[in-house]
T-cell receptor
Framework: EDKVVQSPLSLVVHEGDTVTLNCSYEVTNFRSLLWYKQEKKAPTFLFMLTSSGIEKKSGRLSSILDKKELFSILNITATQTGDSAVYLCVAESSARQLTFGSGTQLTVLP | DGGITQSPKYLFRKEGQNVTLSCEQNLNHDAMYWYRQDPGQGLRLIYYSQIVNDFQKGDIAEGYSVSREKKESFPLTVTSAQKNPTAFYLC??????????FGSGTQLSVL
């Protein structure tokens, strides 16, 4: 059975801290890994990763995939209160089946 | 602007009642999906449709029904057979080479 495990389940930091969110996956015929940010209920897309070792970056957020060790990390530097959200990791198979992790609840305190 | 619209935002169901959640997209996407989200859990797939007039059961289809009569629309009916319907419901759509786009969700509660 396909599985995605995110850690930690929740995290509380102060503004300016750097955080690393982890995602490990076991997916048959893995195709890609996606990160979403969910605040106020609607997930918004952050990154899609298909190749190992290539960092994707968007502002203070970056993510990388390790297809050998079957994990991905999402880094957020210089966190702001607006980064508070649930971060979802999703693994996609070649058959376009999606397996969602349970999410990491990030709270950034002022 | 293209996007996915879910309505209503909040919905209350009485016992024994069927309710229908609306999902409309103007992104010209072929595939549409319904997910259920419970607190502390990942999204679980209820139904999906890859083309008009065709749909498949997901992991937790029991107590739900869907239709896909138009490309733009994929309504979800929560039937009285669904004994634990209180959850947040997310609709999504995509094309084969693209990421998922999500609607803003419907929170369903039981009175």
């Amino acid at each position: 059975e396909d599985k995605v495990v995110q850690s930690p389940l929740s995290l509380v930091v102060h503004e300016g801290d750097t955080v690393t969110l982890n995602c490990s996956y076991e997916v048959t015929n893995f195709r890609s890994l996606l990160w979403y940010k969910q605040e106020k209920k609607a997930p918004t897309f952050l990154f899609m990763l298909t190749s190992s070792g290539i960092e994707k970056k968007s502002g203070r957020l970056s993510s990388i995939l390790d297809k050998k060790e079957l994990f991905s990390i999402l880094n957020i530097t210089a966190t702001q209160t607006g980064d508070s959200a649930v971060y979802l990791c999703v693994a996609e198979s070649s058959a376009r089946q999606l397996t969602f992790g349970s999410g990491t609840q990030l709270t950034v305190l002022p | 602007d293209g996007g996915i619209t879910q309505s209503p935002k909040y919905l209350f169901r009485k016992e024994g009642q069927n309710v229908t959640l609306s999902c409309e997209q103007n992104l010209n996407h072929d595939a549409m999906y319904w997910y259920r989200q419970d607190p502390g859990q990942g999204l679980r797939l209820i139904y999906y449709s890859q083309i008009v007039n065709d749909f498949q059961k997901g992991d937790i289809a029991e107590g739900y029904s869907v239709s896909r009569e138009k490309k733009e629309s994929f309504p979800l009916t929560v039937t009285s057979a669904q004994k634990n319907p209180t959850a947040f419901y997310l609709c999504a759509s995509s094309n084969p080479t693209e990421k998922l786009f999500f609607g803003s969700g419907t929170q369903l509660s039981v009175l």
